[in-house]
């Protein structure tokens, strides 16, 4: 037992001497006199500190919620909590960039909102929750859906002919304007929809098939024709308007032809004037309704209309409506597409050339064709060609 009550003894007296040298110099430190010239000068920013010196019950503070940030960094230096908290509820900082310019410069979180369709939160994170959960899965089941009825309805009835004989006297349906007009229109919504599909649904069907270089090379290029067919097609749009406005005023026997459904499913053709009750809703409810809603919205994405200020809430709730619109719309206009194609035979052939059968004027636009034969309207509205520039060409 001597043995390590001695080790023990000799061990004790180790610390003891070297905590005693350690206190002397510590004293003789302290006591010794420092020239006014060594105290150093207080620098900025965080300030070094002993981690043993802090207090661990610092948040113990009935202010401790309250603190700013610099009254924070006294007691839990660089914790920056107070400014994150102040950035998180909306409040602006110092900007030097104009207001005009950058109106939310100094905003980095935006206030909370609740969107139709979001949960309460900021708004950012709102418009996130509406686009992800609402508008992509269910605007693209609702196209698909379309597509697919179109679909089956062609397999199923195929397209709709003519119950007559062609009589091989032509009536000018279109003139030379009209058909320009509707052809820049279309056009430009066809460059619209395939590029808005792929922005909005491409990385699910084309990005996994292509890759992300070749899909992001190919989203880069139709924004950029998005951009430019926008305005194309609003000009195109307020043409087809006012030219086609007149003969799509609502008039007698459009209601008979909405509750026969024009006769796709019976098979038996309705009377009708010159655009028949599907058509003149497509106009009205596609030209016109949506196609307001669109356009206005498209130019404040697109930041063309003067005097208002583009914070991230108008664009955001303008990309809703947008959306919303641009969906509704394409849907009724790939139904009028697929009429005015493969669905009804000789229909094509009146905006490509011009002109129709007699025959087809009078199984499908009846009351139109009663006008003509009667002289209330003339079978060539436009100057025709002469035969010789026909021959020449």
């Not at 087809?360 to 520039?389: F, L, N």
């Amino acid at each position: 037992m001597q043995g390590p009550l001695r080790f023990l003894r000799v061990l004790a007296a180790l610390l003891l001497t070297a905590f005693g040298l350690a206190a002397g110099v510590s004293a003789q430190t302290a006591a010794a006199p420092v020239a006014p010239a060594a105290v150093a000068t207080p620098s900025g920013g965080i300030k070094s500190a002993n981690i043993f010196e802090v207090k661990p019950d610092a948040d113990a503070d009935p202010n401790y919620a309250n603190q700013t940030n610099a009254e924070r960094a006294k007691v839990q230096p660089g914790n920056n909590a107070p400014i994150w908290r102040q950035v998180g509820t909306g409040v602006n900082g110092f900007t030097s960039l104009p207001k005009s310019e950058a109106p939310e410069a100094g905003n980095l979180i935006q206030p909370f909102v609740q969107y139709p369709g979001s949960r309460l939160t900021n708004a950012g994170e709102a418009w996130r929750q509406v686009r992800n959960n609402w508008l992509i899965p269910y605007g693209g089941a609702f196209l698909l859906i379309v597509i697919g009825a179109i679909a089956l309805f062609y397999f199923g009835k195929g397209s709709i002919k003519l119950h007559g004989a062609e009589t091989g006297r032509k009536i000018e349906r279109f003139t030379p304007f009209e058909r320009s007009a509707h052809w820049a229109n279309a056009i430009a919504f066809c460059i619209l929809a395939i590029s808005g599909v792929v922005l909005a649904f491409g990385k699910f069907f084309l990005l996994p098939v292509m890759g992300l270089t070749l899909f992001g090379w190919l989203a880069y290029v139709l924004k950029i024709m998005h951009n430019f067919a926008g305005p194309l097609f609003a000009v195109a749009l307020v043409i087809v308007f006012f030219t086609f406005l007149r003969d799509n005023m609502p008039s007698r026997g459009d209601l008979v032809w909405l509750l026969k459904g024009g006769g796709l499913l019976s098979g038996k053709h309705v009377p009708s004037h010159r655009f028949n009750a599907g058509e003149k809703v497509m106009f009205w409810g596609g030209v016109f309704f949506l196609g307001i809603i669109v356009v206005v919205s498209g130019f404040v994405l697109n930041k063309l209309l003067p005097g208002l200020v583009y914070e991230r809430g108008t664009m955001q709730i303008a990309h809703m409506v947008h959306a919303v619109a641009s969906v509704l719309m394409t849907a009724l206009f790939v139904g009028h597409i697929y009429l005015g194609t493969i669905g009804l035979e000789g229909s094509y052939q009146s905006m490509k050339t011009g002109s129709v059968d007699e025959t087809w004027a009078k199984e499908h636009h009846e009351y139109w064709y009663d006008d003509i034969k009667a002289g209330k309207i003339p079978v060539q509205r436009s100057e025709p060609v002469p035969p010789s520039q026909t021959a020449q060409a």
